[in-house]
């Protein structure tokens, strides 16, 4: 059974930064994507970027971009989302998801067949 397992939210202040990691088990192949993507009270979920593993190819929303860095640990099956000068508006829960499209054909939300529990962030000013 594939499962993700998002971790490391919290509580952080204004400015600061947090790592977030998602890692997956149960894949049939070496390779597979995962994508990022947060839900802030009453609002649509939000895609922030879709990564291929092992080579690591990152595709980032362009309002996301900057702010947000992707890293992988492909032996771990885990992929990291460092995010810097958090704001209030990063407050929301982040997800993780296996789309059934590589990342380099954009996949869209309802392409996302498996996902994480999620982890909530809140930023605090």
Same mark, same amino acid.
């Not at 296996?98 to 605090?124: D, K, L």
């Given at each position: =059974? ?5 971790? @490391?939210? @919290? ?23 995962? @994508? ?13 970027? $879709? ?35 958090? =704001? ?7 997800? $993780? ?5 590589? $990342? ?11 996902? @994480?529990?999620?982890? =909530? ?5």
């Amino acid at each position: =059974q594939l499962t993700l397992v998002e971790s @490391g939210g @919290g509580l952080v202040q204004s400015g600061g930064s947090l790592r977030l990691s998602c890692t997956v088990s149960g894949f049939s192949r070496d390779y597979f994507g995962i @994508g990022w993507f947060r839900q802030a009270p009453g609002k649509e979920r939000e895609e922030i970027s $879709c990564t291929s593993s092992p080579d690591g190819t990152t595709y980032y929303q362009d309002s996301m971009k900057g702010r947000f860095t992707i890293s992988t640990d492909h032996a771990k099956r885990t992929v990291y989302l460092q995010m810097d000068s958090l =704001q209030d508006e990063d407050t929301a829960v982040y997800y $993780c998801a296996t789309p059934s499209v590589p $990342c380099n054909r954009n996949p869209q939300v309802y392409e996302y067949m498996y996902w @994480g529990q999620g982890t =909530q962030v809140t930023v605090s000013s």
